[in-house]
């Protein structure tokens, strides 16, 4: 390496000294050809100099995917972000299958999977992000927070550009006396740290109510019947049973508050702003309660529904039935298998896998009886990535694989989950109790639960029986 730094420093000299002394401009365009080698093997960045420590051979040029300095290409531009999603993942497989084939613990093999599976993860995630802008641009939405800068500010600052006079003691300081010389940029939009939002209200049947709550009746349809002859009596037969379920509304508020001058001084719609972040707020709530409430003040959650769960004898029909993943710790492509074949035929039109991101780390390594891997990525802008076939639905708040646990549901959430809405959410601006303070007292009223557990499966970490 240090012989190969010094001829790279002779090397950069000479091409100094030739163009500055050589009257040949052809000459010296040759000598830079003939150096070029040298100048690019001490350019080159210091992972392609690595040795591969399992091989003991040169490492290739890594992916762009997989690298440390993270995503190059434009997160806005799917067919780019596909494209590395598509790379990333294919050198995922290679890798993986090169650590299934060795059959040995190899630390720097791990290593370098699990390297390249959050790379993999990261582009999903960001194809998942442009999906869900898609959908919402596509719903009509748009951008938020932005407003036209100063007119009168804008005014001066074009007045001087054009006409070009200058007073003496000018500062930047003060708009008056030169500031308008140096106008400041800055974004008039409010940047939020992430709230994971869950999309069960999404994918789920929901309602608005008028009343105080909804009562829903179920029949279990157990009528009985016979064949008799044409003269034998005739017995009383079972007529079948009915259930009800109660879907009654909790109630989420927030109360924040804004100084008044801050309100009537600000660049930025404040109370549009408060009243986006008091709804994400909610759906993030809402989302939680959804999956795992337990209905004290709140909705009840699908989980809460399962075999075996807090509310298993709930519903009249029973609970959401559980399909082992096949092993006490792990998944299984088995599993995965059982569990799609579970569900009615009469449901698979519109089933789903609802499941954590991090539990999908361990799918992308399940393999069918032809050893093709069962997880692909998206193939195009606005389509999800699949298991089996089947669309995954991140749900934030699902439970990680381990032991005993619910990793994943499986089947169609419109059929299976109701959400019960009372019509709007309320806004009480009060200027009065805490003066100078305007509070922003923001309520919304929220039910939900199992409507049908038959056309739902949860798929539990565990070995068969």
Not at 420 to 449: A, C, E, Q, S, W
Request: charged share 20%; proline share 6%; net charge neutral.
């Amino acid at each position: 390496m240090r012989t190969l730094a010094f001829a790279a420093l002779f090397a950069a000299a000479a091409i100094a000294c030739v163009y500055a002394f050589s009257p040949d401009v052809a000459l010296a365009s040759h000598f830079v050809r003939l150096t070029a080698p040298i100048m690019a093997c001490v350019m080159l960045p210091a992972s392609t100099m690595k040795t591969d420590l399992v091989a003991g051979t040169a490492l290739r040029p890594v992916p762009r995917a997989v690298t440390s300095m993270g995503v190059r290409a434009d997160v806005n531009d799917p067919k780019k972000m596909l494209a590395e999603l598509h790379s990333a993942f294919e050198a995922f497989k290679a890798e993986n299958d090169k650590a299934l084939k060795a059959k040995v613990d190899d630390v720097v093999m791990t290593e370098k999977i699990g390297r390249i599976d959050a790379a993999v993860d990261g582009f999903q995630k960001i194809i998942d992000d442009l999906n869900a802008k898609i959908a919402a641009q596509a719903a009509g939405g748009g951008v938020i927070g932005d407003i036209p800068p100063d007119p009168e500010y804008l005014a001066a600052f074009k007045a001087h550009m054009r006409k070009g006079t200058v007073e003496a003691a000018l500062t930047k300081g003060t708009d008056a006396d030169g500031g308008y010389l140096a106008p400041v940029e800055w974004d008039r939009s409010i940047t939020g740290k992430l709230k994971q939002v869950s999309p069960i209200r999404a994918n789920a049947r929901v309602i608005s109510i008028t009343a105080a709550g909804f009562k829903k009746l179920f029949t279990d349809r157990s009528i009985a019947s016979g064949w008799v002859g044409e003269t034998a009596a005739r017995p009383e037969t079972a007529g079948p049973g009915f259930g009800q379920l109660d879907f009654t509304p909790g109630e989420i508020y927030a109360n924040p508050a804004i100084s008044q001058q801050l309100l009537d001084d600000a660049a930025i719609d404040l109370e549009q702003w408060l009243a986006d972040e008091v709804d994400t707020e909610f759906a993030r709530q809402e989302g939680i309660a959804f999956l795992s409430g337990n209905g004290v003040n709140k909705p009840f959650g699908i989980l809460t529904y399962v075999a075996g769960a807090a509310n298993a004898a709930k519903h009249p029909w029973g609970a959401i039935p559980v399909v082992n993943s096949g092993a006490a710790a792990l998944l299984t492509a088995d599993g995965f298998i059982d569990l799609f074949y579970s569900l009615p035929s009469e449901y698979r039109a519109n089933a789903k896998l609802y499941t954590a991101r991090g539990s999908q780390a361990a799918m992308r390594k399940l393999k069918d009886g032809q050893n093709n891997y069962l997880w692909q990525p998206s193939y195009a802008a606005g389509q999800p990535a699949t298991l089996g076939g089947e669309t995954i639905v991140d749900i934030p708040d699902m439970p990680a694989v381990a032991a005993g646990a619910i990793a994943a549901l499986y089947g169609d959430m419109g059929s299976s989950f109701l959400v019960v809405d009372r019509v709007g959410i309320r806004v009480l601006r009060d200027p009065y109790t805490n003066k100078p303070y305007v509070h922003f007292y923001t309520t919304k009223r929220v039910g939900g639960g199992l409507f049908n557990p038959e056309p739902m499966r949860a798929l539990k970490v565990a070995a068969n029986s």
